[in-house]
């Protein structure tokens, strides 16, 4: 099974920035697409943004225009470059492998004044 390791989340100020990141156990471009989720309290857990191994990346309305996904092949790292960050993106972003079952641990985000 492969191991997701996510890092960077914080507190940040609303407006500030981010830079979320998934060690991953193996090469990425194993993978057909991976992905960014997110998880605040209270809520189900949700998709925020994905990218196949093409390199075709998709965000949901809430990420679109703050948020870049990108995969770094030579460090096997995938990453969630946030700014711009709003108060209801607080949450617990989780990296993971559509159709697997390997979650990381995740990493916290709060953002908040």
């Known amino acids: 099974q492969v191991q997701l390791v996510e890092s960077g989340g914080g507190l940040v100020q609303p407006g500030g920035s981010l830079r979320l990141s998934c060690a991953v156990s193996?090469?990425?471009?194993?993978?057909?697409?991976m992905g960014w989720y997110r998880q605040a309290p209270g809520k189900a857990r949700e998709l925020v943004a994905s990218?196949?191994?093409?390199?075709?990346?998709y965000y949901t309305d809430s990420a679109k225009g703050r948020f870049t996904i990108a995969g770094d092949n030579t460090k096997n790292t995938l990453y969630l470059q946030m700014n711009s960050l709003k108060a209801e993106d607080t949450a617990v972003y989780y990296c993971?492998?559509?159709?697997?079952?390997?979650w990381g641990q995740g990493t916290q985000v709060t953002v908040s004044s």
């Open positions: 993971h492998i559509p159709g697997s079952d390997s």
């Open positions: 193996r090469s990425i471009t194993s993978f057909n697409a």
């Open positions: 990218i196949t191994r093409s390199n075709i990346t």
